[in-house]
């Protein structure tokens, strides 16, 4: 009886890793071989993805190295018939120094990469224009600081954040409440949207089309209607855009979205 049932209980395991490693396969735009990442829509993209499926593949192999010295010590000194207490060691110095030194190794390389891709992703030289981009209680405001117009979307309709392609714009991230979070997924680069700080990091969208962004920081009550869009588009489309804001008297710079969307 008890076979049984750790038998139907491994089927269920297996039916579940398969099922997990199946549906994740069926995505339609494939991110499985990404780990999960969105198709990368900006130059600097495909820097984070690396360091994204770099950090899994070393996780795998220490996860297989660990598992298999578990299994191992499970099968090979598991308990035999006749056997009494196992010799009790302790002060094992040599093992305290291991189990010390290697997951100290294991930070620091982690440590090694991640600061030498970040320098390079908060770098701003070679910026093209600026935006500022206002998160505020619930929505965004974005700034664009070289035209001098702000957009701010409608009561109802969620903003939209225009780029040109092929260029590269620094974000500049302003809060004149609490911390939110500036996240759009295709960029795979996110940064919080700190109150009393100038947070900034540049991308060079390098894809047109548009694209999902949102707030990640619980920020209160509607924090999940914190959407908007992100528009890439060419540099005439752009200048034409950036007319029509200015066309609308959407002229100035915004420290705060409340007041121009009704019913806040
Ligand atoms: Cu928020």
Not at 115 to 136: E, F, I, M, P, Y
């Amino acid at each position: 009886m008890k076979s049984v049932v750790r038998r139907f209980r491994l089927k269920i395991v297996l039916t579940a890793f398969a099922g997990t490693f199946l549906l994740a396969g069926c995505s339609s735009d494939n991110s499985f071989t990404r780990m999960g990442m969105p198709d990368p829509a900006t130059v600097e993209a495909p820097r984070i993805l690396s360091l994204w499926t770099g950090s899994w593949v070393a996780a795998w192999i220490v996860g297989f190295f660990v598992w298999g010295l578990l299994i191992w010590a499970i099968v090979a000194y598991r308990r035999k018939e006749g056997d009494g207490l196992p010799a009790q060691v302790k002060y094992n110095v040599p093992i305290e120094i291991l189990y010390t030194i290697v997951p100290l190794m294991m930070v620091m390389a982690l440590f090694y990469f991640v600061q030498r891709d970040q320098t390079v992703l908060t770098s701003v030289a070679g910026t093209k224009h600026s935006v500022n981009v206002v998160g505020w209680r619930w929505s965004w405001a974005f700034n664009y600081e070289e035209e001098g117009v702000y957009d701010v979307g409608t009561p109802g309709e969620r903003p939209t954040l225009w780029l040109p392609v092929d260029e590269k714009v620094k974000f500049e991230l302003t809060s004149p409440d609490v911390i939110h979070g500036f996240w759009v997924p295709a960029f795979l680069m996110k940064m919080d949207v700190v109150p009393g700080r100038h947070n900034q990091f540049a991308v060079t969208p390098n894809k047109e089309g548009t694209f999902a962004g949102k707030c990640t920081e619980f920020c209160g009550t509607d924090h999940s209607r914190m959407l908007f869009n992100v528009k890439v588009v060419s540099r005439a489309e752009y200048d034409a855009h950036m007319q029509d804001l200015k066309a609308r008297g959407q002229v100035g710079k915004l420290d705060n979205g409340r007041s121009k969307i009704a019913g806040e």
